[in-house]
């Protein structure tokens, strides 16, 4: 059985402004200055990081960043609703999900950097959170090498199932997906359906590449999923 970790943002989900408007207005607001992102790196990081680093980029010392992240935390996380009209699934994704879902060889689950009520909200806006019954996410760890190993352990108390090495399956759209995995073991599928390009991927060497997610046979094939256990 494999446990499949999927990224949101630029994988589940089109990539999307808002979540950059969302951190400007917040800390703006908390700062009382204004605030630019435009120089953050959101692709494939933790919201923690964002923060973290949208807040060092405005001036703002170790000290001061440090007493300020948690309630920016909170703030960001009370702050970003999105409404559905400005979510849309990546191509072929509610394809993929269903046929995964009764697929006995496989277990659902989330690996992204979004905070757990951000990455659901967000799920939400087109009727996908249902079939994610647990993750691993930003507010778990700033770190998203940690995050694999947290998404396993929550998986074991799921499905009482241990999940190690290439069972485990990463799908998403930067380097940080791919990258994220290597220590315990896991198998990177890369998407280009994000920021980053498919040569950028390409250069990390993760275990697949795809362009997209729209065809079911070459997912299940390159991830080794078993497509006869519906
Ligand atoms: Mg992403």
Do not use: W
Request: charged share 25%.
């Amino acid at each position: 059985m494999k446990l499949l970790l999927f990224d949101i943002d630029g994988t589940l989900l089109k990539p999307m402004q808002s979540g950059r408007d969302h951190i400007e207005y917040v800390l703006g607001e908390l700062c009382g200055q204004t605030i630019s992102t435009e120089d953050v790196a959101f692709s494939g990081r933790t919201d923690p990081q964002i923060l973290r680093d949208t807040l060092r980029l405005a001036g703002f010392g170790p000290e001061e960043i440090e007493e300020l992240l948690p309630v920016a935390l909170t703030h960001y996380t009370a702050h970003a609703t999105y409404i559905p009209e400005e979510v849309e699934s990546s191509d072929g994704v509610v394809e993929l999900l269903e046929y995964l879902k009764p697929n006995k060889d496989v277990q659902l689950a989330l690996l992204t950097g979004n905070v757990r009520v951000t990455a659901y909200r967000k799920l939400a806006a087109v009727q996908l959170d249902d079939l994610f019954p647990f993750g691993a996410f930003g507010c778990d760890d700033a770190d998203r090498n940690k995050l694999p190993a947290i998404a396993a352990k929550r998986a074991l108390e799921y499905c009482g199932r241990t999940f190690t090495g290439e069972n485990i399956v990463i799908i998403g759209d930067s380097v940080h997906d791919i990258t994220c995995g290597r220590e315990i073991g896991a198998l990177s599928v890369a998407v280009a359906t994000g920021f980053t390009s498919y040569q950028h991927l390409k250069s990390a060497n993760p275990h697949v590449l795809l362009q997209d997610l729209t065809s079911i046979h070459e997912f299940c094939t390159q991830a080794r999923i078993e497509q006869n256990t519906c």
